[in-house]
């Protein structure tokens, strides 16, 4: 079974923070995604990553910055957090051109 | 107009009916196609990838039109724990990467 794993659950976090969400997968996949979801709204693409190092952005890649030093490993950094920023975060894997895996999400509140 | 555009629902349905909604897309040159579902507070999961042929797992049943640009799932004598949020996803033509995601059809299966 694939397993994508993200760091936390649930994260409180003041505005201004810097905020680290981290994923990790297990299958050796090429794609990584962080995507964001609010009611009404469904997914919404923040970053893809479809190689080590390499990255693109998403639909709402503002406020938001990737890091993928390793294949394993997708990274979302928030520079500086902000309420507006608290949402479902998904972390997702895929090879190329199959339907993503997804973590379990974390729940990201900033107060 | 929305590129996958869902009936939100509730679609509020007696135990053991047959339910079925679509999907419709906006980019007739999409070739990719994929049903999840989604539990309250969990992450996405894969139901079933449609084919052009149309593609059946057990209760479940997957069509796509391509004439009329739409893709449908019908579920057959429907069981409490079918009640969940069903995403529609299809490929964006803009990039290899990017799949297009659905709001979610919410389906409530009542005893």
């Known amino acids: 079974d694939v397993k994508v794993t993200q760091s936390s659950r649930y994260l409180v976090k003041r505005t201004g923070e810097k905020v680290f969400l981290e994923c990790v997968q297990d299958m050796d996949h090429e794609n990584m995604f962080w995507y964001r979801q609010d009611p009404g709204l469904g997914l919404r693409l923040i970053y893809f990553?479809?190689?080590?190092?390499?990255?693109e952005k998403g639909d709402i890649p503002e406020g938001y910055s990737v890091s993928r030093e390793k294949k394993e490993r997708f990274s979302l950094i928030l520079e500086s957090a902000s309420t507006n920023q608290t949402s479902m975060y998904l972390c997702?894997?895929?090879?190329?051109?199959?339907?993503?895996?997804f973590g379990q999400g974390t729940r990201l509140t900033v107060v | 107009r929305k590129e996958v555009e869902q009936d939100p629902g509730p679609f509020n349905v007696p135990e053991g009916a047959t339910v079925a909604f679509n999907c419709t897309y906006s980019?007739?040159?999409?070739?990719?196609f994929f049903w999840y579902r989604q539990d309250c507070r969990k992450e996405p999961k894969l139901l079933m990838s449609?084919?052009?042929?149309?593609n059946e797992d057990g209760r479940f049943t997957a069509q796509l039109n391509r004439a009329s640009q739409y893709i449908s799932l019908l579920i057959r004598d429907s069981k409490l724990s079918d009640s969940a949020t069903y995403l529609c996803v299809v490929n964006s033509m803009d990039s290899n990467y990017q799949l297009i995601w659905g709001a979610g059809t919410k389906l409530i299966i009542k005893p």
């Open positions: 449609v084919y052009s042929s149309g």
């Open positions: 980019n007739s040159a999409s070739q990719s």
């Open positions: 990553s479809y190689d080590v190092k390499m990255k």
């Open positions: 997702a894997s895929s090879p190329p051109d199959r339907a993503p895996f």
